[in-house]
Every structure is written in structure tokens, then in C-alpha cells.
């Protein structure tokens, strides 16, 4: 417990150091690779009160725990301790005004996954509260409806700490259950997480919103949802696309076999095209084969191949924010060999120089 009660105060002390650095503005891309998370609410996913807010934890137990996330949404704000200060938290906002802008956002950054926490002003407000479960349905409907492979988490709502508050927050919390269930039923990808069990009001620094440790009490509810469902956290496969070329990766001929190179071609969305960025840190093709660099070579032009995977360093890859793939093993790039931008062009590894056959972007 002493340990415990150590790292949140150096949490908190980390959480006031950093707001000042990085506060509200305009969403910028930090993340490059990962998979597509947006954090959707009110001020708590924004992080009153500690600029950040659950995102903090969250962040930090995904990175430890080998995943790669791209946080996304239009809103931008924590401290220098959060590696992707993306979110759609919006303060003051009831369920009406999050589902009146849902689907532009969803259309905008194309989550794999959402984590929805909304309706704590539907209560404060005392905004037609009968109404609140059918407004929070017809939200997850649009949101399911716009993104239907993605894996939506809806939170039951924190507690608040005013009694009379907190009953019209269990009224409400009792219908998400049933709501869930029938989405479920439906064939949707939705999931209930029980928010409001994680903390009690002596969580809460104002009565509404979470303390460090609250905060980070949630972060570890989201965590832990994420990964009971191993879909939420594992993209569902993209392109990767030159930059100077326009062009995907693909595998040429759409072959399977071990040692097939690996080129530029025309975008087509065909499965040879479609890549998984793993929590290891590999790009995936047809499920079970690897980007590798050809007999695990360290040298410029040494063959980019796929092959069964196999754990080893030469089909590991870091995914960067300035647009390189890089070999964990030879610390080259991915690169389009002689600047090409043919068809056929095919892909190597190289020193990095800066120059755009190096970036890609995957979409």
C-alpha cells in the first residue's frame, strides 16, 4: 500500500507539472500505427480537474503492456506524461449534444474502438432524465451504424456525490445493462463496462469529477475492458501507403509463400494489401504471415519478404510519428527501392535519409 500511495502522489505531482504544458487546442497526430481509440465524453473524459484525466493510466498501461494506441478526436489536452493527448471529451455536455456530432467525428478519425462515458450532465442539468436511457441507446445506434466493425465500450457513469444526484445516476446506470445487451443481441460490437463499482465519492475532488487517483482507478476499468475483448485492441488491417508513390505495400501476386517480396501497387483493398500492426510490434498480412527483412538482413537493400511469424527481431517494426517504418533489428527503413513509384516497385530496407520513398502512412 505504501508503494501505492507513492506512485499517485508522484502521479498527481506529474498531473499539475505537465497541465500547464499541453492544454486545450487543436487535435494533433502524435500517434502513428496504432490502433484508433477515441475516448468520447463529457469533462471527465476531458480531464477537469487533472488536465487528462483517466487517459493518463490508460495510456501508460497500454504502453507498458506492448500495445500500440493512436488516441483520436478533434479535442487535445494533458500533461507531457500522456504520449497522445487526442480525445472527444467535451465539458458540460449532455448525451444530445455528443450524439448531434457523432457522426462527423466517427467519419473524421475512423476509430477501431470507442470508450463512451456519458450522461453525468443529463443528471446535473436534470435534462428530461426519463428520457436520458432512449438518448443513450440512440447514440450507441449512430455510432454502431457509422463504424460497424468497431468495438464500443459503454461505461456505466461515475457517482456524484450530492445523494440526491447520485440516485438519478443509479436510475440511470440500471437501464445501460439491458440497452447493451439488446445491441449484443443485434450483432453489434458493444460491451458494458461497470464504471460507477470503480470509485465511490471519496474519489471525486469536487463532488463530479475524479481525483488523480480516481482518475486512474478508471484508467484501470478501461484497461481491463479493452483487453477482455482482443479485438478492441488489435486493428483490423490497413493500407500502408506512400508517400511519394500514392501506392500500397503489397504482397506480389497475392501469393502466401514464404519469401514473396513485397512491393508498390495500386490501392485495391485486396487482402495482400492489408496489414495488422501488432502489439509485438508486427505488420501482419492474411493473418499468419510477417513483414520480415529477407534472411534477417541488416544492410542496405537487403529483400523486404513476408514470412510465418515467428517472434524474431527481423519481423519487428517500429511505426513512427515522422512517417518511417524502421527494422527493430537494423534500424533501417522501409524504402521504395531507387525512389521508384512504379507498379512493381519493390520494397527495402535502407539508412534512413529523409527522403519521401521512406514514409508511408497507414490508413
Known sequence: MKKMRTWLAALALAVLAGAALTTGGSAAAESNGGV???????????????????????????AAGGYRVDF?????????????????????????????????????????????HIGTNDVLQNFNLSGA?????????HITATVPTAEVFVATIIPLANSGQEANVRT???????MVQSKVNAGKHVHLVDMHSALTAADLTDGIHPTAAGYDK??????????????????????????QSGRCADVTGVATANGTPVQLWDCNSQANQSWTYTASRQLTVYGTKCLDASGQGTGNGTAVVIWDCTGQTSQQWNVNANGTITGVQSGLCLDANGRGTANGTRLILWTCNGQTNQQWTLR
Open 36 to 62: 484508433r481509440v477515441m475516448p468520447l465524453g463529457d469533462s471527465i473524459t476531458e480531464g477537469t480537474q487533472v488536465p487528462g484525466g483517466y487517459r493518463i493510466g490508460l495510456w501508460q498501461r497500454l
Open 72 to 116: 483520436v478526436g478533434s479535442q487535445f489536452n494533458g500533461p507531457s506524461g500522456l504520449g497522445d493527448h487526442d480525445h472527444e471529451g467535451h465539458p458540460g455536455w449532455r448525451i444530445d449534444q455528443i450524439d448531434a456530432n457523432i457522426v462527423g467525428w466517427l467519419r473524421t478519425y475512423t476509430p477501431h474502438t470507442v470508450l463512451l
Open 133 to 141: 436511457p432512449a438518448r443513450l441507446s440512440t447514440l450507441v445506434d
Open 172 to 178: 440511470f446506470n440500471a437501464t445501460i445493462p439491458g
Open 218 to 243: 478508471m484508467a484501470a476499468t478501461w484497461y481491463a475492458a479493452l483487453r477482455s475483448v482482443p479485438g478492441s485492441l488489435a486493428d483490423a488491417g490497413r493500407q500502408i501507403v506512400g508517400t
